[in-house]
């Protein structure tokens, strides 16, 4: 029973090991996966800053170029204006007719004025539109003309951006001409380009960090510093040049967008294995009691159930199994066949066979108290046993069958009282009676019915016996 139980043990080890092992690759894989998935978001998050930066800064350049054109174009067309201005600049019904046509061809303007050559404004500004920072810039683009890139300018009424042109005539330059338009104008474009949890922002390149306009407007209506922390610096994903500006065009990541997708990719592949952990413990679980039931039904199928004994497809099993070991080195064993006869009370009457079951009880009681380590008792049918000893000759065999018919003669204890039987017992020895089961059990059963014949001849002579005394 011991080397079962190992085998049992044996048996169920390489399942679990299997279960280990496969709960392990599936970590390993989900581990793997989910490292490829954030690379992938990552890979993919970095594309898309890219495709957003370099798309949008394209159109911002793009749109300026096309301003700065469109303002030159103006300006050559109404070229005679313009020198008319130049030569009567407090003419006000020349300038409402410039401040018509620039309003018709530049809805969106925010102020404009005329310079001579050397960037001094010509037009007096009532309405303080151009402010000295403007004023400033032009006096620098009139003395080098690669001063022209666009950056915000603040004012209190709009942050605005400025567009400067030469003013010709015959191919000479007769002065400046000065558009400037609201930053929001370049918001739009920002806000068409970003990407879902980025925000595009249009930096100043000689302020780091500083911020000049983003997807809402010009930093005047952001509600925070307008300068980047350094956190944020190092945040920025991807940042490229605007054509013609002093800006810088940076896509920054909300905080812990990266972050946030590891966290959830690694819960996702959390969620998976404990769905999987789940799964193989209520199978594991499954299989833990389709093998309770069928050790149960193997053990009720190999035993008894009135006496709990190994019953004769144990008895078969076992002796094959002994069989087929004689056959690899030298083995010796005996099958002994046992019936303990009717069971009679003390008075002569016969017990009452629904009592049979607690006589079959104590007779196998009795035999085990006789029986050594190496032999196994088993029930067979009616009022049979057999007994399975290893590693006994033929004379150790004769031995436990007398001493098993010596202690079933003694009174049997059942609940009603006692109960006396006269066993008889057969053996055969392996190999010398028979080397397969059949002829083994053929010679063990003759045997025991040899020994009740003989029960049975005595059993007159001692009644004759005691009637003469």
């Not at 390489?14 to 599936?26: D, E, N, R, S």
């Not at 350049?61 to 020198?83: C, I, M, P, Q």
């Amino acid at each position: 029973m011991v080397d079962a139980m190992k085998r049992r043990r044996n048996s169920q080890l390489p399942v679990w090991l299997l279960v280990c092992v496969m709960l392990a690759m599936v970590g390993a894989l989900l581990a793997w996966d989910a490292d490829a998935r954030y690379e992938e978001f990552r890979r993919k998050q970095e594309s898309l800053m890219r495709s957003s930066v370099s798309g949008t800064a394209g159109e911002i350049g793009t749109y300026l170029t096309e301003l700065r054109r469109s303002v030159h174009l103006f300006a050559n067309s109404e070229k005679e204006l313009l020198d008319k201005l130049r030569s009567h600049p407090e003419g006000l019904i020349l300038h409402d007719q410039l401040n018509q046509r620039v309003r018709f061809n530049f809805p969106e303007a925010f102020a404009f004025t005329l310079a001579n050559r050397s960037g001094n404004p010509l037009l007096e500004d009532f309405d303080g539109l151009v402010g000295e920072v403007c004023q400033r810039d032009i006096r620098q683009f009139a003395a080098d003309r690669a001063h022209s890139e666009v950056y915000v300018h603040p004012h209190p009424d709009v942050y605005h951006f400025d567009v400067m042109v030469d003013w010709e005539k015959s191919g000479v330059a007769q002065g400046i001409f000065f558009v400037s338009f609201p930053a929001d104008l370049l918001a739009r474009a920002l806000r068409h380009g970003q990407i879902p949890g980025h925000r595009l922002l249009l930096l100043h390149k000689k302020i780091p960090g500083l911020i000049e306009i983003t997807d809402i407007g010009p930093r005047i209506l952001l509600k925070r510093d307008f300068k980047l922390s350094a956190e944020e610096m190092r945040r920025i994903g991807y940042s490229l040049p605007v054509a013609g500006t002093a800006w810088n065009l940076v896509d920054l990541p909300e905080a812990g967008l990266f972050e946030n997708a590891r966290r959830g990719i690694i819960r996702e592949a959390l969620l998976v294995m404990a769905l999987f952990l789940m799964a193989t413990a209520v199978m594991m679980g499954l299989l833990h009691l389709s093998r309770k039931k069928n050790r149960e039904l193997g053990y009720l199928y190999r035993h008894d159930p009135v006496t709990g004994l190994p019953n004769r497809y144990f008895l078969l099993e076992h002796m094959q199994t002994l069989i087929n070991r004689a056959k690899r080195r030298p083995l010796t064993f005996s099958l002994l066949f046992l019936d303990i006869g009717d069971a009679k009370s003390p008075d002569g009457g016969f017990f009452d066979r629904p009592d049979l079951a607690q006589v079959l009880q104590s007779a196998a009681a009795r035999i085990q108290a006789v029986l050594g380590k190496h032999d196994t008792l088993v029930r067979l049918t009616g009022s049979e046993f057999a007994v399975l000893s290893e590693d006994v000759s033929g004379e150790q065999a004769k031995r436990l069958a007398e001493n098993i018919e010596a202690a079933l003669r003694q009174p049997l204890e059942v609940p009603d009282g006692s109960v006396t039987c006269i066993p008889s017992a057969g053996f055969a020895v392996y190999p010398m009676h028979g080397k397969d089961f059949e002829g083994l059990v053929q010679v063990a059963n003759l045997a025991m019915h040899a020994a009740k014949r003989r029960s049975a001849d005595a059993a007159p002579r001692e009644a004759h016996g005691n009637r003469s005394i």
